[in-house]
């Protein structure tokens, strides 16, 4: 497939902080590409030079294979939805709609038939006269979204353009963006810092922390390999346990050893291993591979959610079966549900589930977990 | 509710009652009658009269075209102090924080002195021996003879009055986000573009103000014209003030110069809101 954006080792510091450090990015055509990552690390730093607003330190941005590093905003065949929606408070809803065309000089025929268009795709069908400053956020947003399409990018930048809507609305406009991308073959790169929408819209993710790139995959690649412990903390629940690769396929932790489908480590390399919680199979305790003590159950619909004290490492597991407080049960974990890997300045951030209770059910929430971390 | 507003407006209405409504009654009062206090149009008369067996014309001779050399010269000023004053004003509000506040301190300071020495100042520099002329000497150019013509009236009147542009002006363009801007180049607006459909339209506000605050002021004013313009030609405000304190006062006829004066300067402002709307709603944009 075509890249229709490259980027190559880009550097940006602000104040003498480093803000992007080395991030390198291929962006195909037609793609949707999610940056996903905590607040601060960088992703609307990202938008901006993609989009012209802030020249890299170092590095260079590819359109195609023409380098526009000194290409200015208004020459750049992307356009973007706003983090804070930047609307024209002296223009009302359907001119703030139609003002890329009116600057590209289109006939008043079209305009008219394009901003109607947009506006039935935000559902905002009967707003064209009000001022915007009259308009909820979530109104705004979409008058945003609106505003962008309607110059029919190429390629369409989205800071979290859902930010601000109700969970209803939410849904609703992540299918309406999907299809909207779909049909109209755009390439979209979209940042947000909510992970579930990043895997169910994305068909690539880039998840980001501290200026750099963790991991960039499929939504699926992400969460079932993640490739470091901030990946597989920020993507989901994970137990991220210390172990220690014997050799191919072949894993230790808890001293004993598991098999698994990871390989190429050195003997006896020091690694990090996440289990997903779902993927844990509780047995009879003799049948276990480990041994542990339930010391907490939460009800969520779907699942159980217990805590398991195994050695005073707390696991997460998901099961449907019900496990009382205080019994005992067996761990068995087949080898492709164990990812092992390499250590990183991650290693050993994120503990067990120790701090978890239902009260507390926050902290299991890993943004605020990472929030802490840093 | 409505009672306590109505409380802490008092102090406002009792101001405007003794200090705007009262004075405009007694110009009224003096406007319209005669030395007896009887009811007359005399006063207003005398503005067009003009004698033509002595040649005289309504354009030369009368009043009004002492009040039309008025509105002419604050019509220069305010041209003059609104393009010097926008791209100012939009530089000081681009500026970093500190900039500004440095900036708009700098732009209030002469505010600070007594007009009259400001204006003295100025006409230190403009004489036949001054600053000016000394740096205009130095390459070749001969002495100017700029004091005591219009020219030094406009550049006194200017001079005095630009803040009243600048501040109005960047107090609206110092709310206009960068984010809109950059909104704008997104969409594909080049320098140009942002200028005509983002960045004016929003200053409109301050450009009415400043032009009501610098041209009112301006047509109205008295000293600088003859302190800059000598005593070849007298500005409207000067003949007003001759009328009361002169040595053949009338105050019937001061009365009814500032009455007319006003009215038209109020004519005057209330055409320049008008073709701002007239031009805003089209297209949502502002033709030029
Ligand atoms: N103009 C600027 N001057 C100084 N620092 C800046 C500037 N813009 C961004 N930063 C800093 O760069 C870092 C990354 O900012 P950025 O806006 O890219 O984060 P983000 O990933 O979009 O976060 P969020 O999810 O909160 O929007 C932050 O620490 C921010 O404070
Ligand atoms: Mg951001």
């Known amino acids: 497939m075509k890249d229709v954006i490259t980027l190559k080792d880009i550097a940006v510091s602000f104040d003498g902080e480093t803000i992007l450090d080395g991030l390198d990015l291929s962006i195909h055509d037609g793609e949707f590409v999610t940056l996903l990552g905590p607040s601060g690390c960088g992703k609307t730093t990202t938008l901006r030079i993609i989009g012209g607003f802030i020249t890299p330190d170092r590095g260079d941005v590819f359109f195609g294979d023409q380098r526009v590093n000194n290409v200015p905003p208004h020459k750049r065949q992307v356009n973007t939805i706003f983090q804070r929606y930047a609307l024209f408070p002296h223009l009302n809803v359907y001119e703030n709609v139609a003002f890329g065309m009116r600057v590209q000089k289109k006939k008043k025929a079209e305009i008219a038939e394009t901003v109607e268009k947009m506006l039935a795709l935000v559902n905002l069908k009967g707003f064209e006269k009000r001022a915007v400053s009259t308009l909820s956020g979530g109104q705004q947003q979409r008058v945003a979204i609106a505003r962008a399409l309607a110059n029919n990018p190429k390629v369409l930048l989205l800071d979290e353009p859902l930010a601000a809507l109700d969970l209803k609305l939410r849904k609703d406009m992540q299918v309406e963006l999907k299809n909207i991308q779909k049909s109209l073959g755009i390439t979209f790169v979209y940042v947000t810092h909510d992970q579930e929408e990043a895997l169910s819209m994305s068909d690539t993710v880039v998840v980001m922390d501290g200026g750099r790139i963790q991991q960039i995959g499929t939504p699926t690649d992400i969460y079932n390999e993640p490739q470091n412990a901030f990946v597989a903390d920020f993507i989901g629940e994970s137990n991220i346990l210390d172990g220690v690769m014997r050799e191919d396929y072949k894993v230790e932790f808890f001293g004993k050893e598991f098999r698994c489908v990871d390989f190429g480590f050195e003997k006896d390399e020091p690694v990090d291993v996440v289990v997903r919680p779902e993927d844990i199979d509780i047995v009879e305790p003799e049948k276990g591979d480990l041994i542990g003590r339930v010391t907490n159950i939460t009800f969520k619909g779907v699942h159980y959610e217990i805590i398991v004290d195994v050695k005073g490492f707390k696991w997460m597991i998901q099961t449907t079966d019900f496990h009382a407080v205080d019994s005992v049960i067996g761990i068995m974990i087949d080898p492709q549900e164990i990812q092992v890997m390499k250590k990183s300045e991650y290693s050993g951030l994120y503990g067990d589930y120790s701090s978890f209770s239902e009260e507390f059910d926050g902290l299991a929430d890993p943004e605020a977990e990472n929030g802490a971390a840093q | ?288």
């Open chain 2, 1 to 288: 509710m409505k009672k306590k507003s109505g409380m802490l407006a008092a102090p406002f209405g009792i101001w405007m009652a003794l200090f705007t409504i009262v004075p405009i009654g007694i110009v009224l009062w003096f406007a319209f009658t005669d030395a007896n206090g009887q009811f007359t149009f005399d006063n207003v008369r005398e503005i067009f009269a003009f004698d033509p067996s002595k040649g005289e014309t309504l354009w030369n001779d009368s009043f009004v075209s002492t009040i039309l050399y008025s509105l002419w010269l604050g019509f220069l000023t305010t041209v003059i102090s609104l393009v010097i004053a926008y791209p100012l004003a939009f530089s000081i509000s681009r500026a970093t924080e500190r900039v500004q506040l440095t900036m708009v301190m700098l732009v209030m300071l002469p505010m600070w002195m007594n007009f009259l020495l400001r204006t003295q100042a100025i006409k230190s520099l403009l004489s036949e021996s001054g600053l000016l002329n000394q740096f205009l000497g130095l390459f070749g150019v001969g002495s100017l003879e700029i004091l005591n013509t219009d020219v030094a009236i406009v550049i006194g009147l200017v001079y005095d009055f630009l803040p009243f542009m600048i501040l109005p002006l960047y107090s609206v363009m110092v709310k206009i986000g960068k984010s809109e801007i950059e909104a704008a180049q997104d969409l594909g607006a080049n320098v140009f573009s942002v200028f005509r459909r983002v960045v004016l339209p929003l200053s409109v506000p301050g450009i009415l103000n400043g032009i009501t605050m610098v041209f009112v002021p301006s047509v109205s004013t008295f000293v600088i014209s003859t302190l800059l313009g000598g005593s070849k030609r007298m500005m409207i405000g000067d003949v007003i003030e001759s009328m009361f304190v002169g040595e053949a006062p009338n105050r019937g006829v001061g009365s009814a110069l500032a009455l007319v004066l006003m009215v038209l300067i109020l004519i005057c402002m209330a055409v320049t809101r008008l073709a701002d709307k007239s031009e805003s709603t089209e297209e949502g944009g502002f033709a030029l």
